[in-house]
């Protein structure tokens, strides 16, 4: 049975909890409701509410509390109702969570996960689109991971509840219920830090993560037809980036663009065609290239929202431009 | 050493550690800010002094006291103060940014009252765990304007957790004075918004800190949950050194002078039978020896070097 990408996180939710005592879930309407995604329906049920703990809606305090929980040997999971509340939390998560192990002389661990339904393309308006990885790709002391698959969501959720540091895992919600594949029956863990090539081509590169792989796919499978191999690296791990695996793809079809559905500027795009510029800039046949939501905020009319955001066709657009070179 | 000596000698430590640490900042020894809790050693010590090992304290950054009466060795945290690789931080953070949670001692930041929030999760980690611990947070009043400091109340009172929130209240926030930051007298009575006890208790009387402090712990060890415990008290240096303390009358400076804890406790050691003199010198002999020690060991310190700053920043680098 193929189990969709919401159903790939609450699997790994509860086969974590199942498997670790020390793992606790806290958060908004994520007890009775089971979220206002249904991604923790049926862990209350089955832990009781001192593993699935509702809090008020506190932003801040779900990510302390998290922190002091974790730095005493606890393995909490807190969750962002949207990620676009996070900012509510940026205090606890940049300057409590990220920079405990460094000034305490690397004694402490802050096995820390907070997950954060992120991104666009549901209607949702300024408040419940926002893809806020890039302004916690800035700071040291957190990993950052972005799943596009119900296999790597599953698995890399599975990673960072066992990760000793604190990881930011955005869930891209356009994706919840729009994504599924069969998974395996034997438990498994996809690496943080590892990127995955979702695609193997020659002629360009793709470097992308969460929802827009999809559009990327599908581009790849257009541009095929005008004789356009082109090979998909799907990021998984945003924080640290997988420079290997980016620079080898870029040696391989010295053509490459970034895709993502984060605004352009300031975007994590920006630091790899920078990286690339710095480490491969003699194998590059043309210009790093960008496709990225526009930079405005997410407008909630159907018609603003499509004119922002990256599509299918303005990917092979500027995949077209790039094969030119 | 008996308990009457010991909380004195934890203040009259607090203090003159306190002094050597000016002495070594004025000479460039210590660099950045230095923040003194000079008047205040009785919440400081009193406070902290009979909790477990394992209950963790969440100090301020001027509380030095609380963190020599939870147990930390004076040498590495004068180590700690001069940027030395032996200090907690090994030279990463300065001053109380660092701390040693296998002595229960967590370092803050900044952004006061961020702690509040991360000691009701070590206080739900007690919960949770049926452990009889308690984590004792420290804010001064200026803190108890940020949104941390009453999502963390609120937090701690729907759970019951078994934290004790402590206030020490003097009256400024590095600048402002109290009648800008509030318009209630005391913080305490914040504590009833949030459904338990707040209690008000003279910070400049270790006994009457005690106390008051005794009955929080107690609620707090046996699941009836928290308490916020206000001490007013008094900074008699500015908010760092560099800070002359220009926005205060000399008057007011005077007032509190005269209330100073240690003299407070001298008189109540001689009138409990003490031969006083005899106690000062032995306590001022063993401080020296201390002091003298800490210096000796933290200036004999290395620093650390540059590309030390890259490590510690992850328990598992990828």
């Known amino acids: 049975m193929e189990t969709t990408y919401l159903k790939a996180i609450n699997e790994a939710l509860f086969e974590e909890m199942e498997r670790d005592e020390k793992v606790f879930l806290i958060g908004e309407d994520i007890g009775a409701l089971g979220g206002a995604f249904k991604v923790t329906e049926g862990l209350f049920e089955r832990f009781g509410p001192e593993r699935v703990i509702d809090t008020p809606i506190s932003e801040s305090l779900i990510v302390g509390v998290a922190t002091g929980a974790a ?98 895992y955005f869930e891209h919600k356009y994706l919840y219920r729009r994504i599924k594949e069969d998974l395996p029956d034997k438990e498994y863990l996809v690496p943080i830090g590892k990127a995955d ?88 046949d043309g210009p790093v290239m960008r496709v990225a939501s526009l930079d405005t905020h997410y407008a909630f009319s159907p018609p603003l929202e499509e004119f922002i955001l990256p599509t299918t066709e303005k990917i092979v657009a500027k995949a077209r431009e790039l094969a030119r070179y | ?120 999760g070590a206080a739900l980690k007690f919960k949770l765990n049926k452990e009889k611990y308690i984590a004792v947070a420290f804010f001064g009043e200026g803190a108890s304007s940020r949104g941390d400091f009453h999502e963390a109340l609120n937090f701690a009172g729907v759970h019951k957790l078994p934290v004790v929130f402590v206030c020490e209240n003097n009256f400024y926030a590095y600048s402002t004075p109290v009648n800008l930051q509030m318009a209630i007298e005391d913080v305490a009575d914040r504590a009833q918004g949030y459904g338990f006890k707040g209690m008000v208790t003279s910070g400049n009387d270790i006994h009457a800190v005690m106390k008051t402090m005794k009955k929080a712990v107690e609620m707090a060890r046996s699941g009836q949950g928290p308490t916020l415990v206000e001490c007013k008290t008094y900074r008699y240096h500015g908010h760092s050194e560099h800070d002359m303390a220009t926005y205060r009358k000399k008057e007011e400076l005077i007032e509190w002078e005269s209330r100073d804890p240690i003299p407070r406790y001298e008189v109540y050691l001689e009138k409990k039978g003490y031969d006083l003199a005899k106690v000062k010198e032995e306590i001022s002999v063993k401080i020296k020896g201390v002091i003298d020690e800490a210096v000796r060991f933290a200036e004999e310190s290395p620093y650390p070097e540059g590309k030390e700053a890259m490590e510690d920043l992850y328990a598992t680098p990828i």
């Open chain 1, 71 to 168: 730095i005493l040997g606890m393995r909490p999971v807190a969750e962002m109702q949207f990620a676009d509340f996070i900012s509510c939390a940026f205090d606890q998560i940049v300057n409590m969570a990220a920079t405990l192990r460094y000034r305490h002389g690397g004694k402490v661990k802050v096995p820390l996960v907070i997950r954060a339904p992120s991104g666009a393309g549901i209607h949702g308006g300024l408040f419940h689109s926002q893809n806020p990885e890039a302004w916690f790709f800035h700071s040291p002391g957190l990993k950052i991971v972005a799943p596009a698959t119900a296999y790597d969501a599953k698995g890399l959720l599975k990673s960072a509840i066992r990760d000793d540091d604190p990881v930011l």
């Open chain 1, 197 to 284: 090539i979702k695609r193997e081509g020659k002629d360009l590169t793709m470097i992308t993560y969460g929802a827009t792989l999809h559009l990327c796919l599908e581009a790849a499978n257009i541009l095929q037809k005008e004789k356009i191999e082109t090979e998909v690296v799907d990021l998984r791990t945003l924080l640290p980036l997988d420079r290997e695996t980016i620079l080898n793809s870029v040696k391989k079809t010295n053509k490459v663009m970034v895709v993502h559905e984060d605004r352009k500027t300031g975007g994590i795009g920006g630091e790899i065609a920078a990286v690339i510029a710095e480490e491969a800039f003699e194998y590059l």
């Open chain 2, 1 to 120: 050493m008996e308990k009457d000596i010991e909380l004195y000698y934890l203040m009259k430590l607090t203090r003159e550690f306190e002094e050597e640490v000016l002495r070594l900042y004025k000479q460039g020894k210590i660099m950045g800010g230095v923040y003194c809790g000079y008047g205040q050693e009785a919440v400081s010590v009193g406070v902290t002094y009979g909790l477990e090992k394992e209950d963790i304290i969440f100090p301020l950054h001027r509380d030095i006291g609380a963190c020599l009466t939870k147990g930390v060795d004076p040498k590495i945290l004068l180590a700690q103060l001069m940027g030395k690789k032996t200090g907690f931080s090994k030279g990463k953070e300065s001053f109380l940014h660092a701390g040693d949670l296998e002595i229960g001692f967590f370092g803050a930041t900044s952004m006061l009252a961020a702690t509040l929030p991360v000691a009701c």
